[in-house]
């Protein structure tokens, strides 16, 4: 067919060590000027098939039998330089690593410099450097000269992933593989993404595959959507199709698991709640001096900004906002690894900031925190055993009897087999991992856990995993929990009440229901509107979805800290003229006063 660019069929690759087969006879078109999206959860070979696309399979994986024509090339009998000459040029991949894909060492604007003067020679360097610009206008960075000379650690996830962007349409290929492009991005940011892949595709008419574990997202982007399942593709058709009609009892499933979030009302945990707070936090500020590039000259980070609220025993409470917001330094303010310049934090009634050593860990042993890298919180050099069981010896426990008696307790409380705790964890998966993770953190039985984006690296079957295990274990131990996550659509299925932060303040503070029906604040309008749902969203993401990012939280605007993003500033916002503090609007609805008429 004339209107197919890329066609594969028939494909199979194996792993030769174990011979297992690992992509399974699979055929798919994209189509020019398309999007196709692949949709698969982890280890279904959406990754692997994505690389045999551009010949990237290496030993001891194979491929064993099948064609992948592009253009009328057969990409399998292409030698390396020929295939050099087609990736990068003509055909662009994207991974789910942008940090990686740039050279630290130098600014990314030369680097990318660099690959397009070696792709079209014939240009000089300064037409070269004009493109790139007008490129970098294209996917709307800010200050597009300036961008140019940075280095990859000045770049949010967001710019970095915009960056990468450029790099692969500076060749203006015919076709872009986006490999998991967005699933570690906040919602803003993935949905400014997505929307700006669009954009692209129209402006350069450029085809693209779309991979990703989430069908929310993939919907809102593809014209048709392939059904990955251990190696297989089990439905490939038009995306509004496939999910009116989806014809296989696993497409059902994955639809079923696309969060719902204003079609069905969560069940929430409220019986067990009571009155006296576990956690106050009061009026607390954290302020970092980072160094600059002059010599003894130094800047102030905002990090928390005059933050207020209680936690309710056994209650789910909700921290949300962008990367940058403060949530991370919060959940080590409210967790004792750091101390707030000003306010005070009680957990039990108890100021949790001046404590001497033995009060620390006496009290530590009361509230545990959880972090968001499976890989990085756990040492790959110790078994999952002593790795377990090293909060109750750094706590007094001698008794050999005890320690395995509680570790095999918990292990197979996670959903664990207490077989493995012989093993490192280097076998074990992300999911895995985590469970080790809370395991290690259950076994001194706490009451409080603050979760920092403990489940955003995780998709969407086994975040639904552990959120049911977290359930349990509240049911069963009635702990609290503190969710700290940029993740939307998990933190409407379990908190009660949720915190909206921006640049270290809380901008809107309700329960449940009424923060995701009756918001006040736009930038919560923002979040709400960037959700990938299949939900019919109340909130129009032409009217409140936000370009760019946060302002340098070092020069926070005067007044209102959103007035520079805010889609319907007064004229005080725009003039500084307004202050920020929450005011109760209704019973259990705090917002703050300088935006309540802007939304």
């Given at each position: 067919m004339e209107n197919i660019i890329l066609s594969v069929k028939n494909l199979q690759i194996t792993n030769t060590k174990t011979n297992e087969v690992l992509i399974d006879d699979v055929s798919l078109n994209l189509e020019k000027g398309k999007i196709l999206g692949l949709i698969g959860q982890s280890g279904s070979g959406k990754t692997i098939l994505a690389q045999s696309l551009i010949n990237w399979v290496n030993p001891p994986l194979k491929i064993t039998s099948g064609k992948i024509n592009y253009n009328g090339f057969e990409i399998l009998n292409l030698k390396k330089n020929e295939i050099s000459k087609l990736v990068g040029r003509e055909?662009?991949?994207?991974?789910?690593?942008?940090?990686?894909?740039?050279?630290?060492?130098?600014?990314?604007?030369?680097?990318?410099?660099?690959?397009?003067?070696?792709?079209?020679?014939?240009?000089?360097?300064?037409?070269?450097?004009?493109?790139?610009?007008?490129?970098?206008?294209?996917?709307?960075?800010?200050?597009?000269?300036?961008?140019?000379?940075?280095?990859?650690?000045?770049?949010?996830?967001?710019?970095?992933?915009?960056?990468?962007?450029?790099?692969?349409?500076?060749?203006?290929?015919?076709?872009?593989?986006?490999?998991?492009?967005?699933?570690?991005?906040?919602?803003?940011?993935?949905?400014?993404?997505?929307?700006?892949?669009?954009?692209?595709?129209?402006?350069?008419?450029?085809?693209?595959?779309?991979?990703?574990?989430?069908?929310?997202?993939?919907?809102?982007?593809?014209?048709?959507?392939?059904?990955?399942?251990?190696?297989?593709?089990?439905?490939?058709?038009?995306?509004?199709?496939?999910?009116?009609?989806?014809?296989?009892?696993?497409?059902?499933?994955?639809?079923?698991?696309?969060?719902?979030?204003?079609?069905?009302?969560?069940?929430?945990?409220?019986?067990?709640?009571?009155?006296?707070?576990?956690?106050?936090?009061?009026?607390?500020?954290?302020?970092?001096?980072?160094?600059?590039?002059?010599?003894?000259?130094?800047?102030?980070?905002?990090?928390?900004?005059?933050?207020?609220?209680?936690?309710?025993?056994?209650?789910?409470?909700?921290?949300?906002?962008?990367?940058?917001?403060?949530?991370?330094?919060?959940?080590?303010?409210?967790?004792?690894?750091?101390?707030?310049?000003?306010?005070?934090?009680?957990?039990?009634?108890?100021?949790?900031?001046g404590l001497k050593n033995k009060e620390i860990l006496e009290t530590r042993k009361k509230f545990q925190l959880l972090l968001q890298d499976p890989y990085g919180c756990i040492p790959n050099h110790k078994s999952i055993f002593n790795i377990v069981s090293e909060p109750l010896i750094i706590h007094g426990e001698k008794n050999k009897n005890i320690i395995n008696q509680k570790v095999k307790k918990v292990i197979e409380e996670v959903g664990l087999n207490f077989d493995i705790t012989g093993s490192l964890p280097s076998g074990l998966s992300a999911g895995q991992r985590q469970r080790v993770n809370i395991a290690r953190a259950l076994i001194l039985e706490p009451e409080l856990l603050i979760l920092d984006e403990t489940l955003s690296s995780l998709d969407q079957v086994e975040q639904a995993k552990l959120l049911k295990l977290f359930q349990d274990l509240q049911n069963r131990y009635e702990i609290t929990y503190v969710f700290i996550s940029h993740d939307l659509t998990m933190v409407r299925k379990v908190c009660n009440r949720i915190a909206v932060m921006y640049l270290g303040r809380i901008v809107e503070l309700a329960e449940n229901e009424t923060l995701y029906n009756n918001c006040e604040h736009p930038y919560t309008r923002t979040l709400l509107c960037s959700i990938p749902t299949l939900d019919e969203n109340p909130y129009d993401s032409e009217k409140y979805l936000m370009e760019g990012e946060p302002p340098d939280p070092s020069d926070v605007p005067i007044g209102c800290s959103f007035s520079s993003r805010c889609p319907f500033p007064t004229d005080d916002c725009k003039n500084g003229n307004c202050d920020m503090e929450l005011i109760k609007i209704s019973e259990g609805h705090w917002v703050d006063k300088c935006c309540v008429k802007c939304g």
């Open positions: 055909i662009s991949f994207i991974g789910n690593n942008p940090v990686g894909s740039f050279d630290p060492t130098l600014p990314v604007g030369v680097q990318i410099l660099e690959k397009l003067l070696a792709v079209k020679p014939e240009i000089s360097k300064r037409e070269a450097k004009e493109i790139i610009l007008k490129t970098f206008e294209s996917v709307k960075f800010p200050s597009t000269r300036k961008i140019f000379d940075e280095f990859p650690f000045q770049f949010s996830g967001g710019m970095m992933q915009r960056a990468i962007i450029v790099d692969s349409l500076i060749s203006n290929p015919k076709i872009m593989i986006a490999d998991n492009i967005t699933q570690s991005l906040d919602v803003t940011i993935a949905a400014q993404i997505l929307r700006l892949l669009n954009e692209l595709q129209l402006k350069f008419d450029t085809s693209i595959i779309f991979i990703s574990s989430l069908l929310g997202t993939v919907s809102k982007i593809a014209n048709n959507i392939a059904i990955m399942d251990k190696g297989k593709i089990i439905e490939n058709r038009i995306t509004s199709d496939l999910l009116k009609d989806p014809k296989e009892n696993y497409t059902i499933n994955l639809l079923g698991e696309v969060p719902k979030v204003w079609k069905e009302k969560p069940i929430l945990t409220t019986r067990n709640i009571e009155n006296d707070n576990i956690l106050e936090v009061n009026n607390i500020s954290k302020i970092y001096k980072v160094s600059e590039r002059k010599f003894f000259s130094y800047k102030k980070i905002q990090a928390v900004k005059e933050v207020s609220f209680t936690i309710k025993r056994f209650e789910n409470f909700g921290i949300i906002g962008e990367s940058g917001c403060g949530k991370s330094t919060l959940s080590r303010l409210l967790s004792n690894l750091e101390s707030p310049d000003e306010g005070w934090i009680k957990f039990n009634n108890k100021k949790i900031s």
